[in-house]
């Protein structure tokens, strides 16, 4: 294909993966991904790689691995989980494991900069296209391909086709990227971006904060996307820049190499942050003017309001002022859909000097640990503490089922996570509605599904 | 290659908490604590009553949500013989193939097959036949059906490392 062929994101994306000079939709390729993701599945996905009789993963320096999904342990059974995957980490030298409490893969993984854009993630969780918001390909894969690339280092992908979703205007007060991606998957279906590559454009999506455009690939999950993107700009590069800085101080490195050129850390500081800066930047794709989009989708941010999806599916969607006497017996903040400082904030703002509705609980679990600390220094623990929230370990929390705030049989959940499917937090007979922060807070205050309006 | 079984029929986004509940994910590991929980939370009396070479048929965007394993691998250790769908979720598919089920899109099969239908799958000629009639699919790719006949991607894959491993040898010697 020639050069002057215009080009998706995926496109450009999965050709740098598998080292060639460019690719067509459609065509499957032998992808090589710059980091592999795997979490409280890690034992579980040994298991399958101990099948393929190596004494090494061929990959130790790729593989990222967190603690997020079950912790701290709920369970004698789950912490022999977590201890195996701690005897495997050391046995393998893999440098980045995460320990409980550190936070959930896709914000951990994003804070210490372990992704780049441009680059690929591939993980054994399905809410790997978060790292879209960087402007990397990321998607979810299974266990028996998780152990293949620690086995290979490489695992066939095909090219999708792509969707265009574009986004202007600023977003009104009240309304949140949580709100559009609901929009979105209200109007097109759970199955509206099933294996595409959606990539998301426009001024309303760069007049985002970087924790709200996290929400939209996130989320892009729920609409069956195999990846999403968000094209990577200065502040993406300062983020990105910052978690860097993080990471390498505490692994005490003195340079920095990626992207095919090494930095040295030594120098000074201000010359050193430009170079890697530039570093940043050197892998960033961006998709060509007029690339074959299967789909285009336009929405004015103007027109969006605070959406609700209601139980059993993430596509049952309606604005939450069409909602009325829906009674909540649990409002859950956090995940890695809606666990950041921005969701803390937003909901202390909704719960600032009101009480949490008797009969209701409102629990709170962030992100990660960085996201608490920042929170505790903000002073919105403490805002949410006096108004009788609860504070958990940072993770996934109750999301799939786990712990730490399973509803009983005939309660309603509000909650901020990404899916609320029948069963999902452990008890088929119980109903999950899922919203943003803002509607989540002012739920938990009122005890019945609320907007912040409605106070 | 052809194999046959009765059809258990389900609706659209059947997702993966009701296929195999998300609580369970990070426990059980062994063969029959997996198959014992399969479609727990979609169809009870699924467990107790399928037989090895039955077919799940199911509407749009079949396995949707998480990118668990278990969701495919309790059916293949239920004897589940293939999914026909009108669409199946990426995770879903690329696990179901990577552990020997078949998972074919067929919406016009899947819209047309009803609930305890004798469903005959034949490979070779991308078929699906039932007593309505006959319905073709696209044939899977040749490195798809590497995979499926290898009986999965961790023997095919077993099959590949061995094969270097052969290769490197012989350049030793």
Same mark, same amino acid.
């Given at each position: 294909?020639?050069?002057?062929?215009?080009?998706?994101?995926?496109?450009?994306?999965?050709?740098?993966?598998?080292?060639?000079?460019?690719?067509?939709?459609?065509?499957?390729?032998d992808?090589?991904?710059?980091?592999?993701?795997?979490?409280?599945?890690?034992?579980?996905?040994?298991?399958?790689?101990?099948?393929?009789?190596?004494?090494?993963?061929?990959?130790?320096?790729?593989?990222?691995?967190?603690?997020?999904?079950?912790?701290?342990?709920p369970?004698?059974?789950?912490?022999?989980?977590?201890?195996?995957?701690?005897?495997?980490?050391?046995?393998?030298?893999?440098?980045?494991?995460?320990?409980?409490?550190?936070?959930?893969?896709?914000?951990?993984?994003?804070?210490?900069?372990?992704?780049?854009?441009?680059?690929?993630?591939?993980?054994s969780?399905?809410?790997?296209?978060?790292?879209?918001?960087?402007?990397?390909?990321?998607?979810?894969?299974?266990?028996?391909?998780?152990?293949?690339?620690?086995?290979?280092?490489?695992?066939?992908?095909?090219?999708?086709?792509?969707?265009r979703?574009?986004?202007?205007?600023?977003?009104?007060?009240?309304?949140?990227?949580?709100?559009?991606a609901?929009?979105?998957?209200?109007?097109?279906?759970?199955?509206?971006?099933?294996?595409?590559?959606?990539?998301?454009?426009?001024?309303?999506?760069?007049?985002?904060?970087?924790?709200?455009?996290?929400?939209?690939?996130?989320?892009?999950?729920?609409?069956?996307?195999?990846?999403?993107?968000?094209?990577?700009?200065?502040?993406?590069?300062?983020?990105?820049?910052?978690?860097?800085?993080?990471?390498?101080?505490?692994?005490?490195?003195?340079?920095?190499?990626?992207?095919?050129?090494?930095?040295?850390?030594?120098?000074?500081?201000?010359?050193?942050?430009?170079?890697?800066?530039a570093?940043?930047?050197a892998?960033?794709?961006?998709?060509?003017?007029?690339?074959?989009?299967?789909?285009?989708?336009?929405?004015?941010?103007?027109?969006?309001?605070?959406?609700?999806?209601?139980?059993?599916?993430?596509?049952?969607v309606?604005?939450?002022?069409?909602?009325?006497?829906?009674?909540?017996?649990?409002?859950?903040?956090?995940?890695?859909?809606?666990?950041?400082l921005?969701?803390?904030?937003?909901?202390?703002?909704?719960?600032?000097?009101?009480?949490?509705?008797?009969?209701?609980?409102?629990?709170?679990?962030?992100?990660?640990?960085?996201?608490?600390?920042?929170?505790?220094?903000?002073?919105?623990?403490?805002?949410l503490?006096?108004?009788?929230?609860?504070l958990?370990?940072?993770?996934?929390?109750?999301?799939?089922?786990?712990?730490?705030?399973?509803?009983?049989?005939?309660?309603?959940?509000?909650?901020s996570?990404?899916?609320?499917?029948?069963?999902?937090?452990?008890?088929?007979?119980?109903?999950?509605?899922?919203?943003?922060?803002?509607?989540?807070?002012a739920?938990?205050?009122?005890?019945?599904?609320?907007?912040?309006?409605?106070? | 290659?052809?194999?046959?079984?009765?059809?258990?029929?389900?609706?659209?986004?059947?997702?993966?908490?009701?296929?195999?509940?998300?609580?369970?994910?990070?426990?059980?590991?062994? $063969?029959?604590?997996?198959?014992?929980?399969? +479609?727990?939370?979609?169809? #009870?009396?699924?467990?107790?009553?399928? *037989? =090895? /070479? !039955?077919?799940?048929?199911?509407?749009?965007?079949?396995?949707?949500?998480?990118?668990?394993?278990?969701?495919?691998?309790?059916?293949?250790?239920?004897?589940?013989?293939?999914v026909?769908?009108?669409?199946?979720?990426?995770?879903?598919? $690329?696990?179901?193939?990577?552990?020997?089920? +078949?998972?074919?899109?067929? #919406?016009?099969?899947?819209?047309?097959? *009803? =609930? /305890? !239908?004798k469903?005959?799958?034949?490979?070779?000629?991308?078929?699906?036949?039932?007593?309505?009639?006959?319905?073709?699919?696209?044939?899977?790719?040749?490195?798809?059906?590497?995979?499926?006949?290898?009986?999965?991607?961790?023997?095919?894959?077993?099959?590949?490392?061995?094969?270097?491993?052969?290769?490197?040898?012989?350049?030793?010697?």
């Amino acid at each position: 294909m020639s050069a002057s062929i215009p080009q998706t994101f995926a496109q450009k994306a999965l050709a740098r993966a598998a080292g060639l000079p460019s690719v067509e939709i459609g065509q499957v390729v032998d992808a090589r991904p710059d980091v592999v993701l795997s979490h409280d599945n890690t034992a579980a996905i040994r298991q399958i790689w101990r099948q393929f009789g190596q004494e090494k993963v061929v990959i130790p320096e790729r593989m990222a691995v967190t603690m997020d999904h079950a912790v701290p342990a709920p369970t004698t059974r789950h912490a022999q989980n977590h201890a195996e995957i701690r005897r495997f980490a050391q046995e393998q030298g893999i440098r980045n494991l995460f320990e409980v409490g550190r936070g959930i893969c896709h914000q951990v993984l994003s804070e210490e900069a372990l992704v780049l854009p441009g680059w690929t993630i591939l993980g054994s969780d399905s809410h790997t296209p978060h790292f879209g918001w960087l402007g990397a390909f990321g998607a979810g894969i299974g266990r028996s391909e998780t152990a293949t690339l620690w086995a290979t280092g490489e695992l066939w992908l095909r090219v999708p086709e792509s969707m265009r979703i574009e986004l202007t205007g600023d977003l009104p007060a009240g309304v949140t990227a949580k709100d559009f991606a609901l929009r979105i998957i209200g109007d097109l279906g759970a199955d509206g971006g099933l294996y595409r590559s959606v990539e998301f454009h426009g001024a309303g999506i760069q007049a985002l904060s970087l924790a709200s455009r996290m929400v939209l690939p996130n989320m892009m999950a729920e609409f069956g996307a195999k990846n999403a993107y968000i094209a990577p700009d200065d502040a993406t590069v300062d983020y990105l820049l910052a978690g860097l800085h993080r990471r390498l101080e505490r692994e005490g490195a003195t340079e920095f190499c990626a992207n095919g050129q090494c930095i040295s850390l030594t120098g000074d500081p201000v010359t050193v942050d430009e170079e890697l800066r530039a570093l940043i930047r050197a892998g960033a794709l961006f998709p060509d003017e007029g690339a074959p989009y299967a789909e285009t989708h336009c929405y004015h941010a103007a027109d969006l309001e605070p959406y609700v999806a209601c139980p059993h599916t993430v596509d049952q969607v309606v604005p939450v002022s069409q909602l009325s006497g829906v009674q909540v017996q649990q409002a859950f903040l956090g995940t890695c859909t809606n666990g950041r400082l921005e969701d803390l904030a937003a909901a202390a703002d909704v719960v600032r000097g009101r009480k949490i509705a008797s009969g209701t609980r409102f629990l709170v679990i962030p992100a990660s640990s960085l996201v608490l600390q920042d929170a505790l220094r903000a002073g919105y623990i403490e805002t949410l503490l006096e108004a009788g929230a609860v504070l958990g370990t940072p993770g996934c929390g109750p999301c799939m089922g786990n712990h730490m705030g399973i509803p009983a049989p005939g309660e309603v959940t509000i909650s901020s996570a990404n899916r609320n499917f029948r069963g999902r937090m452990g008890t088929p007979d119980a109903e999950i509605y899922l919203a943003s922060p803002a509607v989540v807070a002012a739920s938990a205050v009122c005890g019945v599904i609320a907007g912040p309006g409605d106070l | 290659m052809t194999q046959s079984g009765r059809a258990w029929k389900y609706g659209d986004n059947v997702n993966t908490d009701v296929i195999f509940p998300g609580k369970y994910t990070y426990t059980l590991r062994e $063969r029959d604590e997996i198959a014992a929980h399969a +479609l727990e939370d979609l169809d #009870p009396t699924f467990v107790a009553n399928v *037989q =090895p /070479g !039955d077919v799940i048929v199911a509407g749009i965007n079949w396995g949707c949500g998480s990118s668990r394993e278990q969701a495919a691998t309790c059916l293949v250790y239920n004897g589940v013989g293939a999914v026909i769908a009108e669409s199946i979720s990426r995770i879903f598919y $690329r696990n179901a193939l990577n552990n020997g089920l +078949l998972a074919i899109v067929c #919406p016009e099969a899947a819209r047309a097959i *009803q =609930p /305890g !239908d004798k469903v005959a799958i034949d490979l070779a000629a991308s078929e699906i036949r039932f007593s309505a009639g006959t319905f073709r699919f696209p044939p899977f790719s040749p490195s798809i059906m590497g995979i499926v006949d290898a009986g999965g991607l961790v023997p095919y894959v077993q099959c590949k490392l061995a094969a270097q491993a052969t290769a490197y040898g012989d350049g030793v010697r």
